[in-house]
Nanobody, 123 residues
Framework: QVQLVESGGGSVQAGGSLRLSCQAS????????MGWFLHAPGKEREGVAN???????WYPDSVKGRFTITKDNAKNTLYLLMNSLKPEDTAMYYC?????????????????WGQGTQVTVSS
């Protein structure tokens, strides 16, 4: 059974940084696609980063240059470093995983989800 557990969320002022972590059990990071999504109140859940088995990454324009996704295969842990945070980044952040090596930006293509961790950015 695959289990994903996020941590690292919190409250920060605009311009600050946070690093989210996603610890997995029953899942192999090295051969599959992983991603981070955010879900803000009243909006659709949307992707903010993904990383495939070859460590190729994707970011939407809204976070490009500010967010960095990395993974530590030995520790089975996924990270999201968020710099220069803005109030509009405030949301619940979810770790997600696919059962295949290549990534997709659409949330419906992800098989496994964590419970989420809240990020709040104040102005």
């Amino acid at each position: 059974q695959v289990q994903l557990v996020e941590s690292g969320g919190g409250s920060v002022q605009a311009g600050g940084s946070l690093r989210l972590s996603c610890q997995a059990s029953g899942y192999t990071y090295s051969t599959n696609c992983m991603g981070w999504f955010l879900h803000a109140p009243g909006k659709e859940r949307e992707g903010v980063a993904n990383i495939n088995s070859a460590a190729n990454t994707w970011y939407p324009d809204s976070v490009k240059g500010r967010f960095t996704i990395t993974k530590d295969n030995a520790k089975n842990t996924l990270y999201l470093l968020m710099n220069s945070l803005k109030p509009e980044d405030t949301a619940m952040y979810y770790c997600a995983a696919r059962s295949v090596a290549y990534c997709h930006t659409e949330k419906s293509f992800y098989n496994y989800w964590g419970q989420g961790t809240q990020v709040t950015v104040s102005s």
